[in-house]
């Protein structure tokens, strides 16, 4: 029995250099990037750890400085004046100035420059936000100290400072600025710690974080790289080269089997990173005992676990490509979980060090930099084996059960084809028969319906859920380098305050409007509505192979009154009027004010980006609703049915929004039956998403009201609610969309849509037009 | 050696692939399954050699029962499909030594036979190639050695000319009549009426899953009154082939 394991062990093992496939190279391209935005983030590290002349007594106490971010005017006067403090801070303190206050890395790194233990950082308008002060807020500039928290021998200078420096700029202030006499604190204080030194020597610390961020990581991309190229061979390969059933057909137990290949595999895994680890011991701090002990078994066991794994997925399927593909997730989101731990490096929780995966992480980097606790270190193990065990007797029972054991034989391959006949059969009568056509769509395969439907549900909220926040990237970004960062954060740290969830929206919300004056993310949407579309477009060339036509954008038409152009105007023409007559409505009523014009010179560039915004937002939402989703719905479950459910969907994009009510739920789906057959009569989507464009455009832009619950910074008109406004008619923070102005509008627009169908219904080649 | 008695099998959802097939094999002969492709060959094949479980019936093999001692049946029996394909990056030498460890035989005893079998079918030359650079004559004779390497008492060989040429055809049931001669149960599934008729001592014609006519070839060519014994399987078929 031994030597069966064996034999397949050494089989499994010798044969897993010789398989390439795509999925092992996107695998491996994946690492590879994975490693490489890796080493970026080690090396924007490494180099804030090398920067600056680093020695050894660069904090000795000569040496040592206070270093004034944004000093106020005040303040320098304030020190020239100040007789009684301490005549070594006017000669130690050094001047700089900073954007963003709460930029920690910056202020570390300038602190570093001027050898400086402590840093005072001044708002940069903090003169202006002085001035300001009333006595009936409570609004104070702050005044951030920082100091580093490794040493404590520096404290008592900190604790000078904030006590006796402030206090008595403080009274400085107040003696020189006309503040009224109640207010005693002209500023707050408060101070951040800044660990930038730890109480080991620089290159410790540089070792600790490569233990912790490098070390662990090139293991497990290691072991889960070379653990699935060997593992998917094994089973799956055997079964893709027809060479399974002869193992199956000699008297070896299955459990034989299944341990014959995983000792394989996990040989095969484990082996490369033993080979690493003789490397690691060329650095002193990590040659202990403990480490190589602690780092060579936690390497067998995950490498174990990954093995039993990889067999379990080959014994799932049938040939190595499936299996990779079954296995490509798993690989994906082990590695998200190496990042995770990547990210918590000290204060680890002990639950995570006992866990498989987490557990071998921090066990690693643990062992490396000496913390590592056995105890902790053994229960992983434990754990993991009891995994592996489960594992395997799962194995063994999927590999008992009949349809695993043989291949396809003659008998079964005529159910199959029978079945296929029937599928080919039903697809052809469901070719032959859609049961609607609208933009001459018709479908050249079925699929279930459930799928299908999930298809349409799924499509727009994940394209619109990837694309959006890519476009949040580069405003984050900028954000974060740009004094608009103290905000930011601000907000960030109330949220985080935040146990109720109407003021967490809010507070999103406000996040949201941040960004909302931001014309790089303007600008960056508007890209993103554009991908958007273009994913359509792909998904009806390359994958439907169908023509655009059947996406609402017909080919030339040989009506000249029905051009893309005239439709896209007609649609302006109809969408201005809605929006206006809702703007009359609510005016009429009483309930919103006009405040006048708003439009500053200033905010013109934010006011195009909201036009390069609108045009595609517009387009991207008819594209995926009216020309994608509904012709393809009707034509499976007829033309109400793709009406209602693209609608329905429509209405529950705008769910997440600031003030979503069940008012809005229902306008929402009314203006979308009217868009959906709006297109459905005219043909196509032009006119429907210029409609879109400018219903959103006019209502933020021109008139200044809430677009499904967000507020625009640059409007040509300012308008407000009235004080004898109900939310009911005015659709409160989600905006009109949330009220009944636009129920009337929409239901009126619907009637008179239906009404005049005939009108409107048009022959896209004919060459007389029907429209007036 | 191997008795099949009343034996069904229905796949799932699907229509009745074996209906109520009996017989048995003694030791020493060799019996034909013959029947067109899809008749049910392949599956009564392979739920005697314990792939796959019969859904009603006995089999049992050395009077041991497939269902309950399947381990010990395989130790018994050796199996030849065209579905077992020879792992195309190995050499002649490594599977035969790999398989000798599977069927965990003592290695110098493995050596002997690798020596007495490499010979029979003169394997030796290729004994170090790549079984991807081999013929298809080649790949057989490799395979029917390996399928033997444990000397089993009872063999099923499923097509086993399937595809070979006249020459290496010959050499393969020459040695099929070797191995009765030595006293091997051999049950043999073919569509090919001379290689029935040559070497079969009984044969059980199929159709659509049940067996229709069961004898010598002689015997069969009696019952239906027919000149030859091709003649004797379409006179069955004709008169037991449903359409369905």
Not at chain 1, 446 to 457: C, E, G, I, M, N
Not at chain 2, 94 to 115: N, S, T
């Amino acid at each position: 029995m031994n030597r069966a394991i064996w034999a397949l062990a050494k089989k499994t093992f010798g044969k897993s250099n010789q398989l390439k496939t795509n999925v092992t190279s996107a695998t491996f391209v994946i690492a590879i990037c994975f490693i490489l935005s890796f080493l970026a983030i080690f090396a924007s590290y490494a180099q804030y750890f090398f920067r600056g002349n680093v020695t050894a007594d660069y904090l000795s106490a000569e040496n040592c400085h206070v270093l004034v971010y944004n000093a106020p005017d005040s303040f320098r006067s304030f020190l020239a004046s100040d007789t009684n403090s301490d005549e070594s801070y006017e000669r130690s303190i050094r001047y700089a100035t900073i954007d963003a206050y709460y930029d920690v890395f910056e202020i570390n790194a300038g602190m570093k420059e001027n050898d400086a233990v402590v840093a005072i950082v001044f708002p940069s308008d903090f003169e202006e936000k002085i001035a300001n002060i009333s006595s009936d807020s409570d609004e104070r500039p702050e005044i951030l100290t920082y100091m580093s928290d490794a040493h404590l021998e520096y404290a008592d200078i900190h604790e000078n400072l904030e006590d006796v420096l402030l206090r008595d700029y403080n009274i400085y202030l107040l003696s020189e600025k006309d503040v009224p006499i109640a207010e005693r604190n002209i500023f707050a204080t408060d101070n951040w710690a800044v660990s930038y030194e730890s109480d080991t020597t620089l290159e410790d610390s540089f070792f600790n974080m490569v233990a912790h961020m490098i070390i662990p990581f090139l293991f497990f991309v290691l072991i889960l790289y070379v653990g699935m190229c060997s593992g998917m061979n094994a089973i799956a390969g055997e079964k893709e080269r027809g060479t399974f059933a002869g193992i199956l057909m000699t008297p070896i137990s299955r459990l034989s089997i299944v341990l014959g290949n995983l000792l394989g595999v996990w040989l095969h895994a484990l082996l490369p990173s033993l080979i690493f680890v003789p490397a690691i011991l060329i650095v002193p701090q990590y040659r202990t005992a403990t480490a190589i002990l602690a780092t060579v078994m936690l390497l067998a066991t995950l490498s174990l676990f990954v093995a039993s794994l990889t067999i379990l997925v080959s014994i799932l399927n049938h040939s190595i490509i499936s299996a990779q593909t079954t296995f490509l997730p798993i690989f994906l989101i082990l590695l998200v979980v190496c990042v995770t731990c990547m990210q918590e490096t000290d204060m680890v929780d002990r639950i995570y060090l006992i866990m498989p995966i987490y557990g071998h992480y921090h066990g690693i980097a643990l062992a490396l930099t000496g913390q590592f606790s056995w105890v902790d270190g053994l229960i992983c193990t434990g754990i993991t084996l009891a995994f592996i065990v489960i594992i395997i007797c799962a194995c063994e029972r999927l590999l008992q059960t009949e349809r695993f054991t043989t291949t396809i034989d003659a008998e079964s391959a005529k159910d199959l084809k029978k079945a296929r006949d029937l599928i080919e059969k039903q697809k052809t009568d469901y070719i032959v028969k859609p049961k609607a056509s609208v933009f001459g769509y018709a479908p050249k395969q079925r699929t279930k319906p459930s799928r299908f439907l999930l298809w349409h549900a799924f499509l727009p909220l994940a394209l619109l859920s990837i694309f959006q926040p890519i476009a949040l990237i580069p405003s984050i970004l900028s954000f974060m380098s740009s004094a608009k960062s103290t905000e930011f954060v601000q907000i960030f740290k109330d949220l985080q305050n935040l146990t109720d969830i109407a003021d967490a929206l809010q507070q999103s919300a406000n996040l949201f409007s941040q960004f909302m004056k931001d014309p790089t993310f303007i600008w960056m949407m508007s890209v993103s509505y554009f991908l958007i579309i273009g994913v359509y477009l792909l998904i009806v060339k390359k994958a439907e192979k169908n023509p655009l036509s059947t996406l609402g954008f017909p080919n030339k038409t040989g009506n000249k009154h029905h051009s893309p152009l005239l439709s896209y105007a007609r649609g302006l023409g109809v969408g201005l009027l809605m929006i206006s007559s809702v703007y009359g409505i609510l005016a009429i009523t009483g309930q919103i004010e006009l405040e006048g014009f708003s439009l500053s010179l200033s905010s013109l560039p934010l006011f195009l980006g909201y036009i390069a915004m609108w045009i595609p937002q517009g387009a991207s939402e008819e594209v995926m609703l009216r020309g994608y989703a509904m012709p393809r719905l009707a034509a499976r479950f007829g033309v109400p049915f793709g009406i209602f459910f693209s609608s329905i969907l429509f209405s529950i994009l705008h769910a997440g929004n600031v003030g979503f009510s069940f008012l809005a739920f229902i306008n929402l789906i009314l203006i979308a039956v009217f868009f959906a057959l709006l297109a459905y009569y005219t043909k196509q989507i032009y006119t429907v998403a210029a409609a879109h464009t400018i219903w959103n455009f006019a209502q933020g832009n021109l008139f200044g009201l809430q677009v499904s619950g967000s507020k625009s910074a640059a409007s040509v008109l300012s308008t407000v609610y009235s004080e004898k406004a109900t939310s009911l008619m005015t659709g409160g923070d989600f905006g009109p969309e949330g009220g009944l102005a636009v129920t009337i509008v929409s239901v009126i627009a619907l009637l008179l849509l239906v009404a005049l169908r005939n009108k409107i219904k048009c022959d896209l080649n004919s060459k007389e037009s029907l429209l007036p | 050696m191997i008795e099949v008695r009343d034996v069904s099998k229905q796949y799932q959802k699907s229509a009745t692939v074996v209906e109520h097939v009996s017989f048995t094999v003694e030791k020493g002969t060799i019996f034909g399954l013959l029947g067109p492709n899809g008749a049910g060959k392949t599956t009564i094949m392979q739920m005697i050699a314990t792939l796959l479980a019969p859904t009603s019936g006995v089999i049992t093999v050395c009077d041991l029962p497939t269902t309950a001692n399947a381990r010990d049946i395989r130790r018994l029996l050796g199996f030849l499909t065209t579905e077992i394909k020879l792992d195309p990056v190995s050499t002649p030498d490594k599977l035969f030594d790999f398989f000798g460890e599977l069927y965990d035989i003592p290695a110098d005893e493995v050596a002997q036979r690798k020596e007495k079998s490499f010979a029979r079918f003169g394997i030796g030359p290729f004994a170090n190639k790549r079984i991807v650079e081999l013929s298809t004559g080649m790949k057989q004779k490799i395979s029917i050695a390996i399928s033997l390497i444990h000397n089993p008492p009872v063999i099923i060989f499923d097509e086993p000319t399937n595809g070979l040429d006249i020459l290496t055809s010959r050499q393969v049931m020459d040695y099929l009549l070797e191995l009765r001669e030595e006293g091997h149960a051999i049950l043999l599934s073919t569509h090919i009426f001379s290689v029935a008729e040559a070497l079969c001592d009984e044969i059980a014609i199929i159709v659509d899953g049940r067996i229709v006519g069961q004898g010598t070839a002689k015997d069969l060519i009696e019952k239906t009154g027919t000149a030859t014994f091709e003649d004797a399987f379409f006179a069955l078929y004709t008169e037991n082939h449903k359409e369905k």
